[in-house]
């Protein structure tokens, strides 16, 4: 299951040195949420799911003017300790070898930068001086 975590850019770079990180809920595709939204096809609900990240990643900056940041990761069922309406709540830290890739929100939260894995490290400097 693919969850995705609203996060600070500071944040990205000490999950990145410490490869784990206490993380708060992810937003994900639960049973409740794919229930409720029985309609949308699995790429319409992991957009929905990315969104809401994507606002609250932008409501957890300092600064409005620069961009939000969330990360994609990929977590199995028994590392899942809660099921929430669209997030799941991990049983311990997650780890940096879970992260798929991460999203570069937009100050004004309509548009997403895809960011593979490899494209991380690199770009973390300039997301930092931002």
Same mark, same amino acid.
């Given at each position: 299951?693919?969850?995705?975590? &609203?996060? @600070?850019?500071? !944040?990205?770079?000490?999950?990145?040195? +410490?490869? #784990?990180? =206490?993380?708060? $809920?992810?937003?994900? $595709?639960? %049973? /409740?949420?794919?229930?409720?939204?029985?309609?949308?096809?699995?790429?319409?609900? !992991?957009? %929905?799911? +990315?969104?809401?990240?994507?606002?609250? #990643?932008?409501?957890?900056?300092?600064?409005? #003017?620069? &961009?939000?940041?969330?990360?994609?990761? *990929?977590?199995?069922? &028994? !590392?899942?300790? *809660?099921?929430? =309406?669209?997030?799941?709540?991990? @049983?311990?830290?997650? /780890?940096?070898?879970?992260?798929?890739?991460?999203?570069?929100? +937009? +100050?004004?939260?309509? !548009?997403?930068?895809?960011? #593979?894995?490899? =494209?991380? /490290? &690199?770009?973390?400097? =300039?997301?930092?001086?931002?």
């Amino acid at each position: 299951m693919r969850g995705y975590l &609203p996060v @600070k850019v500071e !944040e990205i770079a000490t999950f990145l040195e +410490s490869q #784990a990180m =206490e993380c708060g $809920p992810l937003y994900a $595709p639960t %049973i /409740k949420f794919l229930t409720a939204n029985s309609e949308m096809d699995e790429e319409e609900g !992991e957009f %929905i799911l +990315s969104m809401l990240a994507a606002d609250e #990643a932008l409501e957890m900056r300092t600064n409005p #003017a620069k &961009p939000g940041f969330i990360l994609a990761l *990929e977590v199995s069922d &028994p !590392e899942i300790a *809660e099921h929430g =309406e669209n997030f799941v709540i991990l @049983k311990d830290v997650a /780890k940096w070898e879970s992260v798929q890739c991460a999203f570069l929100v +937009s +100050s004004d939260g309509e !548009e997403l930068t895809w960011f #593979a894995t490899q =494209e991380i /490290k &690199p770009a973390l400097q =300039e997301w930092l001086q931002d």
